[in-house]
Each structure stands twice: as C-alpha cells, then as structure tokens.
C-alpha cells in the first residue's frame, strides 16, 4: 500500500509500479478471477486520485510561484527599505534595503546573519552616526519577543541623508525591518529650530533692551561685552564710553573726571570686586552724581564673565528717608503715649488693688456678719424664748388679776422683737446665697396654708379680722421653711394692714402648669408709686400707721421668692385692698397625703401624762421649759448636758416617752449627741424633737437623718404641745424647722 504520508514524487512512482504489476499479471492469466479484477480496479482508482493530486501540486507550485512573483514587485515597489529575517538570517530583501549603504550591498545576501549585518552597518564608510549602538539593539532583539514595541534607531548617513531603522520581531521565528527615510523632516525641523533660536535672540534682545533696569555684561578682564541703553542712561555716559571692549577703569576714569561717582565708591571698588569673586555676587546701594541713589547687583556667571544691574532708586530712597523720618517721629509719639499708657495702667492697677481689697474687706465684714448672726442667733434668741416660756407662765398665774392686761402687753412686745428678730435672721441668711440654705422638695401647698391659718389665727382675733383658707391639696416644688416663711409674712402683713371688721383671705387657683397662692385683704391698699419699693428693707408705704412695723416681712418674702425661682407681684388699690400672689410649679408626680395638722386647741384641756427629758444649757429656757410641761401634766427630767440627761435615764431604769433637746449646747456638747446615746442606752427609738436657733439646712437634714423632729427657737408653745402629742401617738417622721411634719410639707 501507499503511505500517504510519504512525499508526493514518491507515491506516484510506487504507484506506477503497482499498476504495471497488475497489468502484467492480467496479460499473463487467461481467466482473472474477481480478485484480481478488484485489485486492477483499485490501481484504476489509485491511479487517478495520483493524477488529480499530481495536478493540484502544480497548481500550487503556480500559486506560489506567482505569490513570490507578487511580493517581490511589492517590495520593490515600496518606497521603503524591507528586510525579512527568519531565525536570525536574511530570508527577503528590497533593492532599496540592499543598496542603503553601497559598500557593503554586495554582501547583503540571504542567509545573512542579522548581527552580521548590524556590523557592517557599523563599519560601512557611509554611516555617519547613530542616536544608539548597534551592538546593544542586536543584543536587545535577541531577548525582545512579539509583544514587545518596536525598537528605532535614528542612523545619518553620508551627503545629510536620515534613516528611521525600525526593528520589529513579529514571531519567535521572524524579525523584520524597515528602512524610512527622514531626511526631509530632521531638515525641516532643523530650519525650524533655527528660525525659533533666531525669534528668541531677536525677543531676548527686545527685551534687553527694553528693560527698567540698566544691565552689562563684563569679561573675565573686566571688558565690556554687551549692554542694554538703559544701563547708559543711568550712568550717565555716552555710547561711545561703552564700546565693547573697553575695559572698566576706562569706563570709571570717565565717570570720575565728570564727577558721576564718589571717591568713597571708588575706594571700596577693589573689595566689592573680591568679594562679588568670594560669595558670587553682590548688592550695594551708592550714590551717584546729581543726587541720585543706585541699587548695584553684580552676579558672577560660570564661564568667568560677571553681569551688572543698575536700578535707580533715588525716588524710593527718598521715601524710605521721609518714612524713616515719620517713623522716627511717630516712634517718639508712640513712646511718650506709652509712658502716659504705663502711668495709667500703674494707676488703673493701684485703683483695682484698692477695690480688690475694699471688696475683700466687704466680703470679709459680709462673712464676718454672717459668722456673727449665725453665732449670735442662739444667743439673741435664748432669752426671748426663755422670756415667752416665763410670759407664758405669767399669763397663766394672773389670768383673774388685773396685771393680765400688763403681762399680755409684755408678751406682745416680746412678739414683735421675736418678728423683728426672726426677719434680720432671715434678710441675713437669704442675702449670703448660700446654696446649702435651701433645700426644695414637694411641698403640700394645703398643708402649708393650714399651719399658717391655726398659727396667725390668734392676731386676727385680736385685730377682729375675719382671717379664712381656701383649702388645697397640690403639691408645688419649695423649700418647706422658706415658704411656709414667707407665706406666714404675708398673712400677718396683711392681718396688719386690715381695720376692724376687715377680712382676709388666701389660697390658690391654678394656671396651666402653675398655681398661684393669692393673699387677699381689705386693708388701706398701696398707691402705684410706691408698690416697686415696699419689697425694699426699712421701707413702708406713706399711708401706713406710724408704728405698724419697720418693713422686713414683704423684704424677707422678695428675696426667698427670688432665691427659690418663684414669682411675686402685689396689685393694689387704696382704700380697697391688695392682693400679693406668689407663682410655683406643680408637682404632678407627688403623692398627696391627708395634711397631719395638729388641733392645737383641741390640746389645751387635755393633760400631757408623760416621761419628758428636757436638755437645755440655758438655765431660764430650761426653767421656762419645764414650768410650762408640768403645768400640761408633764413629768419632766431637766438637764443641762448629755451626760446628765443619760444619767437621769439610767436612774430611771427605763426609756422617756419623748425627748426635748437643745441642739447647741456647751461646748461640743450637742442634742443630738444627747438623743443618740439615750436611744442606744434604752435601747429604744424614743421620740424627739430638737429646739434650736440654729435654721441651717444642715442642721435640718441631721434631724431627718435621725428620725429628729425640728423646731426652732423661740418656740410656739401650742404648736410645741401639738408636735409633742403627735410624735408620741403616731411615732411620725421628723418635722421641719418651722414644727411642720414631713408630711404637712
């Protein structure tokens, strides 16, 4: 059989073989059998695929002849050189290509070797350069690959022609290159490089000498090279003067016989020159002749040479001068104001250090004063509650005698200094702004109100005035003391203020978020003008009574209100009365609790049958104290000091139904030093109440703190009987300072 895999040439010839030896073996038989039919009959067919391929191959040697044909007239058609290199040798060339260098064309043959040909690049007598060596693009091409760019070298040749060589591999195996040449162009861009140097030098000149500044170039001699007309002018020297070539003495000796340049400049040329050599250049500012000043900039340039600049400056030097003058002149001005600025400060400084230590010393007098109410009110206010208990016995003792009208009028006057005692305290506190003097919390408005009836009740008797209560039960944010206080001052203000058959009236009606509790009366009223003052100490209106009171209470109301954030206004009519109302939040959170008032009238026939500890280091209050609790049926244990009061308990062998104690007592000595070590020697949480000067509302706080009920000096007695009952009955919690339970505040 036939391989077809074996070159054509050859399976023709085999096959022409097996077609003779089929033919001859058919002449030789007489009887071919089908066998051998079939096998003539393959060598039939075979015989004439060999024909059809014979004439497909010369129809493909025809194309491909003819292709060659067609790219060798490409090639020589082309304006460009064109090489083919097929694994590094020559495969086609252009004629173009092959005679670029004449030298060396004979030997551009195929099969060349392509660094083979880069070398005699090199050596052929027509090239005149190249932009890159040779040797190193024929290295580089070895190690390019098809995707790499193309690599161009820029080659001149003999005569100004230019060539492009481009070299581009476009297969492993292929790298071609084209011959461009760029003669026209590199010529083309040479005249346009020319033309644009020739602009330049041309503009460059313009400018030079158009220039303000006067500029000349100087040989490494010291000749005059070039310059501009402005550096003449400026000189003041002719053109002749500056002819190139002429050298500077020259040049300096004309400026010196027509005195355009000082012998001072001239002597500190030859050190200006060393020293432009030294550093590379040099500034100075000379004067010229005529008056005139110029600014010399003198650079070294690198071949030697050294440039000069000569600006005129004579205006700006002159309105430096006058600028300097002014500054001088103003610097003068500036120093005398600030001798009189510094005379004014020390003064300012010696006025403020004056005012520093006035207002040190008025804070100092302030604390002093303070220090000194707050000492001296337990003292102040010892004998009037001492004088009230004793009064208070009087009363008692001469109830069916004629000096019952005597001993009434003593404890009126006692009253009064009380209240006028009372509101000092309290203009003194509220004027130091302590924050620790007020402690709000919810307060039961109706409860208030209530105390304030039962406490005032007795002064509108005694004044027929007709005194009633619109009863409430809102809670507001106060501080319990302070506004039952001030409540209090405008109830008997206005109990003061009302004649005989007069009324009063106070509660409250709400308004949004707010309530406002309204004191009403139908006393003389307030003219206009003298409403914006009467909040003011010491001051009345000018329709009050002689006698009627110094003017503290509404003071002593204006300032609480103002320190507790609630607002107070007055109208006022005279002849028909005034109405003074003071405006709080609600509390709407709070839970309202029935008021625990105390019936105090309700009291006063009844016995007080109980154990009382009196501790008090006031002999008179203490004498006082105890008359008052035997006469309520009262058996009472009177003390000076805790260590008496536990000594009498222990006598005893058993706890007191309630405990009565100052709370500033000698020395360190305290009550509620005292209540302490009775309920933890008894062992029991007796009952107790703290009388006391003191209104601080840390004395306030201990007391709640401890289950203490507080009740300050002088102390009501009613209401003292009341709290008395009800923290025995009820076990309550403490009071406040005003003898108000927790609860009523």
């Not at 030098?201 to 000749?223: I, K, P, R, W």
């Not at 004067?287 to 003198?298: C, F, I, K, S």
Request: net charge negative; with cysteine; proline share 4%.
């Amino acid at each position: 059989m036939v391989d077809p895999r074996a070159p054509l040439p050859e399976q023709v010839k085999r096959q022409s073989k097996i077609i003779d030896a089929l033919v001859r073996r058919a002449s030789q038989q007489k009887d071919v059998g089908p066998s051998a039919y079939r096998a003539f009959q393959s060598a039939i067919d075979l015989q004439q695929q060999v024909a059809a391929q014979t004439l497909e191959l010369e129809s493909a040697r025809y194309e491909r002849e003819r292709t060659r044909k067609a790219l060798v007239e490409a090639l020589a058609s082309m304006e460009e050189g064109f090489a083919l290199f097929t694994d590094g040798r020559l495969n086609i060339c252009n004629e173009l290509f092959k005679e670029l260098l004449p030298d060396i064309s004979g030997m551009v043959v195929p099969q060349l070797e392509l660094r083979l040909y880069f070398d005699l690049m090199v050596n052929s007598r027509f090239l005149v350069s190249t932009n890159s060596k040779l040797d190193i693009v024929s290295k580089a091409l070895e190690e390019a690959g098809p995707s790499d760019p193309a690599v161009s070298i820029v080659a001149e040749l003999l005569r100004d022609r230019w060539y492009q060589l481009s070299v581009q591999k476009t297969s492993p195996e292929n790298t071609v290159l084209l011959l461009t040449e760029i003669t026209t162009l590199v010529q083309h861009n040479r005249r346009e490089k020319e033309n644009l140097i020739d602009q330049q030098e041309d503009y460059l000149q313009a400018v030079f000498q158009n220039m303000s500044a006067g500029v000349c170039t100087f040989s490494a001699e010291g000749q005059v090279m070039m310059h501009n007309g402005r550096f003449g002018d400026i000189l003041g020297v002719p053109l002749s003067a500056l002819q190139p070539g002429t050298p500077v003495q020259s040049l300096l000796s004309y400026m010196t016989h027509r005195n355009l340049i000082e012998d001072s400049v001239l002597a500190q040329m030859e050190a200006w020159q060393q020293d432009m050599v030294n550093k590379g250049s040099l500034s100075r500012r000379v004067p010229h002749g005529g008056g005139r000043v110029l600014d010399v900039y003198a650079n070294l340039l690198p071949d030697g040479h050294f440039l000069v600049e000569l600006k005129d400056v004579t205006l700006e030097a002159r309105s430096t001068e006058l600028l300097e003058n002014r500054v001088m002149e103003r610097t003068a001005e500036l120093t005398r104001a600030n001798a009189e600025l510094t005379s004014q400060y020390e003064e300012k400084a010696r006025v403020e250090e004056e005012l520093r230590i006035s207002k040190e010393r008025a804070e100092a007098a302030v604390s002093s004063k303070t220090r000194f109410l707050a000492a001296a009110s337990h003292d102040l206010l010892q004998p009037i509650n001492a004088a009230k208990l004793l009064i208070s016995t009087l009363e008692e003792t001469t109830r069916e005698t004629r000096f019952l009208p005597m001993v009434e009028r003593l404890g009126g006057a006692f009253a009064s200094a009380e209240y006028l005692l009372h509101s000092l305290l309290d203009i003194s506190r509220l004027e130091s702004a302590d924050p620790d003097m007020v402690s709000p919390s919810d307060v039961n408005l109706g409860a208030i109100m209530m105390g304030v009836k039962s406490d005032q009740m007795l002064l509108a008797e005694q004044k027929s005035v007709q005194l009633d209560v619109v009863p409430s039960s809102v809670f507001v944010r106060s501080d319990p003391v302070y506004l039952l206080r001030s409540v209090q001052n405008l109830v008997v203000n206005a109990i003061q203020y009302t004649n005989m058959g007069g009324r009063v009236l106070f509660g409250c009606r709400r308004k949004g978020d707010k309530i406002i509790l309204e004191v009403w009366d139908t006393g003389i009223g307030i003219r206009r003008r003298d409403q914006a003052r009467i909040f003011d100490e010491f001051t009345r209106a000018e329709n009050v009574p002689i006698g009627s009171g110094v003017g503290l209470g509404l003071s002593v109301v204006d300032r609480a209100c103002r320190l507790l954030g609630h607002r107070l206004s007055v109208r006022s009519k005279p002849g028909l009365g005034s109405v003074f109302s003071i405006e709080m939040d609600i509390v709407h959170s709070a839970t309202p609790v029935a008021a625990q008032h105390i019936p105090v009238r309700e009291l006063e026939a009844e016995s007080v049958d109980h154990i009382v500890v009196v501790i008090e280091n006031d002999a008179d209050v203490l004498y006082g104290t105890t008359q008052w609790l035997e006469q309520w049926g009262a058996s009472v244990l009177s003390a000076s000091s805790t260590q008496q009061a536990v000594e009498f308990v222990k006598d005893m062998g058993m706890a007191p139904d309630i405990i009565l104690a100052d709370y500033q007592l000698d020395g360190a000595d305290t009550g509620i030093r005292a209540i302490a070590e009775i309920r933890a020697m008894t062992g029991a949480q007796v009952p107790a109440i703290l009388v006391t000067a003191d209104r601080s509302e840390t004395v306030r706080r201990t007391g709640e703190k401890n289950n203490i009920s507080v009740m300050t000096k002088p102390a009501d007695l009613l209401r003292l009987r009341g709290l008395i009952e009800w923290k025995i009955r009820s076990n309550a919690p403490p009071t406040d300072r005003s003898g108000q339970t927790k609860q009523e505040v």
